[in-house]
């Protein structure tokens, strides 16, 4: 990663550092603390930055709304935790796990609230329109939550869908920080709309890439335990043409283990990734990425700037594509 984007993570992290640092009571900001400061790709303020600087602008300006970005995204994972009860997130345990389900539910919502103040530092002239974007992508990642909470209890979740949700749960976050530095920098309207559809697309192919992961990945680069979204039945792309692609018996089967009570997990995982495997579904999904990734670049290169001034963010776009957690 060239000079640039490091001095961007490195100004990121230091004012990740000072968020809520001296803030009480202990009980409220220690899990705001713990889940900010166990890292993680910091990749959508870093977008933020990007796209400013990509349009002229001092970076400076987009650090305190690609803050919000980051509180809200964090804020969304530990009521995303707590609700599929996950046990490890980055590696580490999360929040409920740690403390307890209230815990993560009002520390959670001490989050949101942090990030909109961080919101108000945005030059005047400019906050409607970024309290707009910022409000729309809030709402659009309940709805992707409620979603993909709906599809738990459905066999019949078609792609359409499952794409359609995870457009609004992740990749509106990733075009709305783009957006949003656009803006910052008064990048013309045009242009800001066309990096949010490129974040919107790299963000599809990032929540794909990161359905593989959990089937294929390193459980030790990865950060989570491998097979998580197989235990929760979670209807992931994989999982979606599993049921569409198998033959009857291999479905019958593949239904059991779905609705099956404390299976043991072991095997169940071992089960569904060697169906996985027999119908040749990674390569099926890799290319579904490799669609999407596409897509964006052509975004991208669609964008009135300088060819030189996309090279970051192309960088960027390349190593979450080919990135193993």
Same mark, same amino acid.
């Given at each position: 990663?060239?000079?640039?984007?490091? +001095?961007?993570?490195?100004?990121?992290?230091?004012?990740?550092?000072?968020?809520? #640092?001296?803030?009480?009571?202990?009980?409220?900001?220690?899990?705001?603390?713990?889940?900010?400061?166990?890292?993680?790709?910091?990749?959508?303020?870093?977008?933020?930055? #990007?796209?400013?600087?990509? $349009?002229?602008?001092?970076?400076?300006?987009? /650090?305190?709304?690609?803050? @919000?970005?980051?509180?809200?995204?964090? $804020?969304?994972?530990?009521?995303?935790?707590?609700?599929?009860?996950?046990?490890?997130?980055?590696?580490?345990?999360?929040?409920?796990?740690?403390?307890?389900?209230?815990?993560?539910?009002?520390?959670?919502? *001490?989050?949101?609230?942090?990030?909109?103040?961080?919101?108000?530092?945005?030059?005047?002239?400019?906050?409607?329109?970024?309290?707009?974007? $910022?409000?729309?992508?809030?709402?659009?990642?309940?709805?992707? %939550?409620?979603?993909?909470?709906?599809?738990?209890?459905?066999?019949?979740?078609?792609?359409?869908?499952?794409?359609?949700?995870?457009r609004l749960k992740t990749a509106v976050l990733l075009g709305?920080?783009?957006?949003?530095?656009?803006?910052? @920098?008064? @990048?013309?309207? *045009?242009?800001?709309?066309?990096?949010?559809r490129y974040g919107v697309h790299i963000g599809i192919a990032? %929540?794909?890439?990161?359905?593989?992961?959990d089937v294929y990945g390193d459980p030790i680069t990865f950060?989570?335990?491998?097979?998580?979204?197989? +235990?929760?039945?979670?209807?992931?792309?994989?999982?979606?043409? *599993?049921? %569409?692609?198998?033959?009857?018996?291999?479905?019958?089967?593949?239904? %059991?283990?779905? /609705?099956?009570?404390?299976?043991?997990? +072991?095997?169940?995982?071992?089960?569904?990734?060697?169906?996985?495997?027999?119908?040749?579904?990674?390569?099926?999904?890799?290319?579904?990425?490799?669609?999407?990734? #596409?897509?964006?670049?052509?975004?991208?290169?669609?964008?009135?700037? *300088?060819?030189?001034?996309?090279?970051?963010?192309?960088?960027?776009?390349?190593?979450?594509?080919?990135?193993?957690?």
């Amino acid at each position: 990663m060239n000079h640039k984007i490091s +001095l961007f993570e490195k100004k990121i992290g230091d004012a990740i550092g000072e968020v809520v #640092l001296r803030e009480k009571p202990e009980s409220l900001f220690d899990p705001v603390r713990y889940i900010l400061s166990i890292g993680g790709k910091r990749l959508r303020p870093l977008l933020t930055l #990007l796209a400013a600087d990509m $349009f002229g602008a001092d970076p400076e300006v987009a /650090v305190e709304p690609a803050l @919000a970005v980051e509180i809200f995204h964090n $804020f969304s994972l530990l009521h995303d935790d707590l609700m599929d009860q996950a046990d490890m997130r980055r590696g580490m345990p999360t929040v409920h796990r740690k403390w307890n389900a209230n815990s993560a539910i009002l520390s959670g919502d *001490a989050m949101m609230i942090e990030s909109y103040r961080h919101l108000l530092n945005v030059p005047p002239h400019l906050l409607p329109q970024v309290l707009h974007i $910022f409000s729309d992508m809030a709402m659009d990642i309940c709805k992707g %939550q409620q979603y993909d909470m709906d599809f738990e209890s459905r066999l019949n979740v078609n792609e359409e869908e499952y794409l359609e949700m995870i457009r609004l749960k992740t990749a509106v976050l990733l075009g709305s920080a783009l957006k949003i530095g656009a803006i910052l @920098a008064e @990048a013309p309207p *045009a242009d800001a709309d066309l990096l949010y559809r490129y974040g919107v697309h790299i963000g599809i192919a990032f %929540q794909l890439k990161d359905d593989l992961l959990d089937v294929y990945g390193d459980p030790i680069t990865f950060g989570k335990k491998i097979g998580g979204d197989i +235990l929760a039945n979670k209807k992931t792309y994989l999982l979606i043409k *599993a049921l %569409q692609n198998a033959d009857e018996t291999q479905r019958a089967a593949l239904e %059991q283990w779905i /609705v099956a009570v404390n299976p043991d997990p +072991l095997e169940k995982i071992a089960f569904v990734k060697n169906l996985y495997d027999q119908l040749n579904l990674k390569q099926l999904a890799e290319n579904l990425i490799e669609k999407y990734y #596409l897509a964006s670049l052509d975004l991208l290169s669609s964008l009135k700037v *300088a060819d030189d001034r996309k090279m970051d963010l192309l960088r960027l776009s390349e190593k979450l594509m080919y990135r193993e957690k």
